[in-house]
């Protein structure tokens, strides 16, 4: 091959994989959290340089080494990196372990501590909900319904407020009813606050990372937390899942993923969340009448800062959907929160027609970053402002005192 062409052709490759590698370096989607270059990147970029001078790998190897030396070399090479693979992919799959509840994915919250029989002047109150009423990032002492305690504590100071928190990760309305019936019923509380929205919003979609398949109302195709045990990793994706994690937002995000600004109609799981809701609260009402309904609040409005922006997660994380090998997809901010207020709208004819007390947290708290961390997290401040508002209705409807008169 003449050298002019050769030269020719190393060029175009170079030009073509320097795109690539621009993707890596430059590029950073509006709509994404910042990625500092640490360390670790920089190795990756280190690595990610090396195909630049792979063409001319040849050339120097028979210019420099005979062929048989390299072969020589390389072998001994291979054999102790295949050596290697095999010993970490043996130990992987030996002690790789999936352990989920059977029905409820996550295990929920255990009461083994508390006594099932009320102490004399005690009010027992059952919080029930997903990841914005116990949130493993926020401290115990933090949480919405620890903080509902130390309000009802001041309130009420002969009264013992016991609180049960049976909020989870990832829980919707469903595993709250199977939650109650098989479990929590059994610490016979005397009120019952329940809060859910964003979740049974989310199950509208199948993100590759936690489910399968089209949408089915009996949520078979969101696996959650026990994504692991119903579509295992190979040991290959484990081990560079976490090398590469960082690259998938920043290589070309724009050319492979999307907003779409979804109508109602998309959100395929909010009949579904009415279903459980009512059927949740029908339940709960057969063992006390106090029944207290939250409207989850959300940072979602209809102009959002970049910062703001950039917090979201429920969109990008747990509503992804693939449209093709290369291309995915997710709701707007704007389309979500409109989700919400639709989940809001059930939620209050649901509690006019089974007369239970409504908290509306949603318009208590102000949607910007002193009071939530992204999407509908909130700050130890968002917190106390979300109790506030429960603990005002719990006090207004005076339940305290009905249940306390009882006894």
């Known amino acids: ?45 280190g690595l990610m340089a090396m195909p630049f001078f792979l063409p001319l790998l040849p050339a120097l190897a028979r210019r420099f080494l005979f062929v048989k030396r390299l072969i020589f070399m390389l072998v001994p090479v291979v054999g102790m990196l295949a050596m290697l693979y095999a010993v970490c992919a043996v130990h992987f799959y030996y002690t790789q372990l999936h ?14 501590n508390v006594p099932k029989e009320k102490s004399k002047g005690t ?41 049960l928190n049976a909020g989870k990760e990832y829980y919707t309305t469903k595993h709250s009813l199977i939650n109650y019936v098989t479990y929590c019923r059994r610490w016979k509380p005397d009120v019952v606050v329940i ?40 040991y290959e994706m484990v081990a560079l899942n976490g090398f590469f994690a960082r ?6 995000y724009a050319l492979r993923v999307k907003e779409v600004d979804y109508p109602l109609s998309r959100y395929l799981s909010l009949p579904t969340y009415e279903t459980h809701l009512s059927t949740l609260v029908e339940l709960v009402k057969r063992d006390t009448p106090h029944v207290v309904l939250v409207l989850q609040p959300s940072i979602f409005k209809d102009e959002m800062p970049i910062d703001e922006l950039r917090r979201l997660k429920f969109g990008k994380y747990f509503s992804m959907v693939r449209q093709d090998y290369f291309h995915q997809e997710y709701p707007t901010a ?24 409504l908290a509306d947290a949603e318009s208590l708290v102000e949607k910007n970053l002193k009071y939530f961390v992204d999407d509908v997290h909130y700050t130890p401040e968002g917190a106390k402002q979300v109790a506030a508002s429960v603990a005002d209705t719990i006090v207004q409807s005076g339940l305290i005192e009905v249940v306390s008169q009882s006894r």
């Open 1 to 45: 091959m003449p050298i002019v062409l050769s030269w020719l052709i190393y060029i175009v490759y170079v030009v073509a994989y320097a795109m690539v590698f621009a993707g890596w370096i430059w590029y950073q989607p509006e709509t994404v959290v910042p990625m500092p270059l640490n360390r670790g990147y920089y190795l990756f970029l």
């Open 195 to 234: 809060m859910h929205a964003i979740n049974d919003v989310c199950r509208s979609f199948t993100p590759g990372r936690f489910g399968m398949g089209k949408y089915d109302e009996l949520w078979s195709h969101y696996y959650g937390p026990a994504i692991g045990a119903a579509r295992p990793q190979p």
């Open 334 to 357: 704007q389309s979500l929160g409109r989700a919400m207020k639709e989940i809001h709208v059930i939620t209050r004819r649901i509690a006019d027609a089974q007369s239970t007390w």
């Open 247 to 252: 690259t998938a937002k920043r290589w070309y």
């Open 123 to 163: 009010v027992r109150i059952l919080f029930l909900g997903g990841s914005t009423t116990q949130w493993g990032k926020l401290r115990d002492e933090d949480q919405y319904p620890t903080v509902v305690k130390e309000l009802l504590d001041n309130r009420f100071p002969d009264t013992t407020i016991e609180v």
């Open 99 to 112: 352990p989920f509840d059977p029905f409820l994915q996550n295990p929920p919250p255990r009461f083994d």
